[in-house]
């Protein structure tokens, strides 16, 4: 007689809870930051999210808080920095949160997404004990050549799956009591610590863990510039003089921190603002190419496909009921 085996983890999850449309746009800036509403005193979130063609989020992000990203069912590619992820249900991604990433949006795309943010200050901060910042090294020591993915098929992964499944359920849990901030963080550190012995071979002191984080810090100034909507763009000069660099130190860090270089920032920024336009459906194309400081439109439409996987006609076309601006 045959028997059913019983769903793993992930598959009571998807039963268990409803995963929302991932829509993101209004918590993103100029700059593509992704930045949560985090309450003060307990920042940290826990979102269920679906993908599915053409109905989700697109184009590069980037935010402050750290993130933990695990499909529990189907499969999904993800762009961070210069490389793509292939990720199957069951695969767990400490995401490099300050690269710029996105999903990719491809025919067939359909999966479920958990995803666990957190402000660092939550587990770690200068006042904290010296060996609270440990939990957090797998998210300060990633090398663009060697993303940190814990498979699927990893003895490994089972505890990881029943820690994620135990701080989703606290998380969204129907009668909260008064320790649901103590008990979710509870939770997170577990989480935190089996991924941290998964990844035990980051060999970062303290004092390199903090460089890595001030290194961040410092292009704060130039990034809440470059935000700002009539905000002049700098030149290499000018922003790596802003940040107190020389323009060599500078262009090797920001390309370290953000994946890529400091006029491919500038780019990307031309093309968020692009893509904010023809979401608008107010003007044509052409009329953006320029308003973007494109040199034409063949030169915008090769550089906006490389960036959101669509030519800018399909884009506008999908925000504007099928219709195209002339």
Same mark, same amino acid.
């Given at each position: 007689?045959?028997?059913?085996?019983?769903?793993?983890?992930?598959?009571?999850?998807?039963?268990?809870?409803?995963?929302?449309?991932?829509?993101?746009?209004?918590?993103?800036?100029?700059?593509?930051?992704?930045?949560?509403?985090?309450?003060?005193?307990?920042?940290?979130?826990?979102?269920?999210?679906?993908?599915?063609?053409?109905?989700?989020?697109?184009?590069?992000?980037?935010?402050?808080?750290?993130?933990?990203?695990?499909?529990?069912?189907?499969?999904?590619?993800?762009?961070?920095?210069?490389?793509?992820?292939?990720?199957?249900?069951?695969?767990?991604?400490?995401?490099?949160?300050?690269?710029?990433?996105?999903?990719?949006?491809?025919?067939?795309?359909?999966?479920?997404?958990?995803?666990?943010?957190?402000?660092?200050?939550?587990?770690?901060?200068?006042?904290?004990?010296?060996?609270?910042?440990?939990?957090?090294?797998?998210?300060?020591?990633?090398?663009?050549?060697?993303?940190?993915?814990?498979? /699927?098929?990893?003895?490994?992964?089972?505890?990881?799956?029943?820690?994620?499944?135990?701080?989703?359920?606290?998380?969204?849990?129907?009668?909260?009591?008064?320790?649901?901030?103590?008990?979710?963080?509870?939770?997170?550190?577990?989480?935190?610590?089996?991924?941290?012995?998964?990844?035990?071979?980051?060999?970062?002191?303290?004092?390199?863990?903090?460089?890595?984080?001030?290194?961040?810090?410092?292009?704060?100034?130039?990034?809440?510039?470059?935000?700002?909507?009539?905000?002049?763009?700098?030149?290499?000069?000018?922003?790596?003089?802003?940040?107190?660099?020389?323009?060599?130190?500078?262009?090797?860090?920001?390309?370290?921190?953000?994946?890529?270089?400091?006029?491919?920032?500038?780019?990307?920024?031309?093309?968020?603002?692009? /893509?904010?336009?023809?979401?608008?459906?107010?003007?044509?194309?052409? /009329?953006?190419?320029?308003?973007?400081?494109?040199?034409?439109?063949?030169?915008?439409?090769?550089?906006?496909?490389?960036?959101? /996987?669509?030519?800018?006609?399909?884009?506008?076309?999908?925000?504007?009921?099928?219709?195209?601006?002339?």
């Amino acid at each position: 007689m045959e028997t059913t085996a019983p769903p793993s983890i992930l598959e009571t999850l998807v039963a268990d809870f409803t995963f929302e449309a991932h829509d993101i746009a209004r918590q993103l800036d100029a700059t593509g930051q992704y930045a949560l509403p985090f309450q003060r005193e307990f920042p940290l979130s826990v979102r269920l999210f679906q993908y599915e063609t053409e109905c989700f989020t697109q184009g590069p992000t980037w935010h402050e808080q750290l993130e933990i990203f695990c499909p529990v069912e189907g499969e999904i590619e993800i762009q961070m920095g210069g490389r793509v992820l292939s990720l199957k249900a069951g695969d767990v991604l400490i995401v490099d949160h300050q690269r710029l990433h996105h999903v990719l949006n491809r025919p067939g795309l359909k999966a479920r997404v958990a995803v666990v943010s957190f402000l660092p200050e939550l587990v770690s901060s200068l006042g904290s004990l010296s060996h609270d910042f440990e939990f957090l090294l797998p998210f300060y020591n990633q090398l663009e050549s060697k993303a940190h993915v814990l498979r /699927a098929d990893e003895p490994a992964v089972v505890p990881v799956h029943e820690a994620l499944s135990l701080l989703v359920r606290e998380f969204f849990a129907t009668e909260p009591d008064q320790y649901r901030a103590a008990a979710c963080k509870a939770r997170l550190l577990n989480l935190l610590l089996l991924l941290l012995r998964r990844f035990q071979h980051l060999g970062v002191l303290r004092w390199q863990f903090e460089k890595r984080r001030q290194l961040a810090c410092r292009f704060g100034k130039l990034l809440h510039h470059l935000q700002q909507p009539e905000a002049e763009r700098l030149s290499l000069t000018a922003a790596a003089g802003l940040c107190g660099m020389s323009v060599t130190q500078f262009s090797r860090l920001f390309k370290q921190v953000s994946g890529m270089t400091y006029v491919g920032y500038l780019t990307h920024l031309r093309l968020t603002e692009a /893509a904010r336009l023809l979401r608008e459906g107010r003007l044509g194309i052409a /009329a953006i190419a320029d308003m973007t400081g494109f040199a034409d439109q063949s030169h915008f439409d090769r550089y906006f496909k490389r960036a959101f /996987a669509q030519t800018p006609r399909e884009f506008q076309r999908r925000f504007s009921g099928g219709q195209v601006i002339k």
